[in-house]
């Protein structure tokens, strides 16, 4: 039954057999975005770090790969950061 649903209809099947794979960065920003907007401290605590700098250099990471989906309140002390 399963040979003929796939043989009626191969780019089902393609489309079935594609995975979406996602960097550690992307989940960070979708943990991110699912807290809000929070100090790199609070961030890391929610990715299960128990130190406040754990998430620098993914932080530095996201900074370079992927701009356009983090935004950083850098007027203030400690930053914020915020998923877009």
Known sequence: MMLEKL????????????????TYELICLDKLKEIGRSTAREWSYAMGYNHRSSLAKIIRRIKERYPEKL???????PRLYEAM
């Open 7 to 22: 043989e009626k209809s191969p780019e089902v099947a393609i489309i079935a057999t594609q995975e979406v794979f996602k």
């Open 71 to 77: 935004k950083i309140y850098e007027d203030r002390y």
